[in-house]
Nanobody
C-alpha cells in the first residue's frame, strides 16, 4: 500500500519552531515532487511549499517566505519543512503530497496524500 506519513506537528508558542517530516511507505520519494499544504478550521486548503524530485526547484507561499524552508534527504527518503518564527495564523493541519515528475510550476493534481499532522501556535 502506497502512502505518505507526516510527523513533527505539535503545540508551539509564537516565535517558535517546528520541523515537519514527510516519509513514504511502499514506495520511494525519489523523482517525486513533494508539496506541503495546510488547512485551518473553516478555511480552504492552501499550498505552503513544494520541492521537485531533484531538489532543484522549490517554491513558497508568500505568507511563509523567509520563515519556512523545504528540503529533502535522499538517504533518509524524507522531505522536511522547517518552520521558524511561527505565528498563530500558521495553526492548521499540515499535509504532504507527492507527484512524480512535477517541477513545482503550474497546477497539478497530486497522486498521493498523507493523513496530516496538527500544528498549533499559541501562547
Amino acid at each position: 500500500q502506497l502512502q505518505l506519513v507526516e510527523s513533527g506537528g505539535g503545540l508551539v508558542q509564537p516565535g517558535g519552531s517546528l520541523r515537519l517530516s514527510c516519509a513514504a511507505s511502499g514506495f520511494t520519494l525519489d523523482y517525486y515532487a513533494i508539496g506541503w499544504f495546510r488547512q485551518a478550521p473553516g478555511k480552504e486548503r492552501e499550498g505552503v511549499s513544494c520541492i521537485s524530485g531533484s531538489g532543484r526547484y522549490t517554491n513558497y507561499a508568500d505568507s511563509v517566505k523567509g520563515r519556512f524552508t523545504i528540503s529533502r534527504d535522499y538517504a533518509k527518503d524524507t522531505v522536511y519543512l522547517q518552520m521558524n518564527s511561527l505565528k498563530p495564523e500558521d495553526t492548521a493541519v499540515y499535509y504532504c503530497a507527492a507527484e512524480i515528475g512535477y517541477t513545482c510550476s503550474g497546477y497539478v493534481e497530486y497522486d498521493y496524500w498523507g493523513q496530516g499532522t496538527q500544528v498549533t501556535v499559541s501562547s
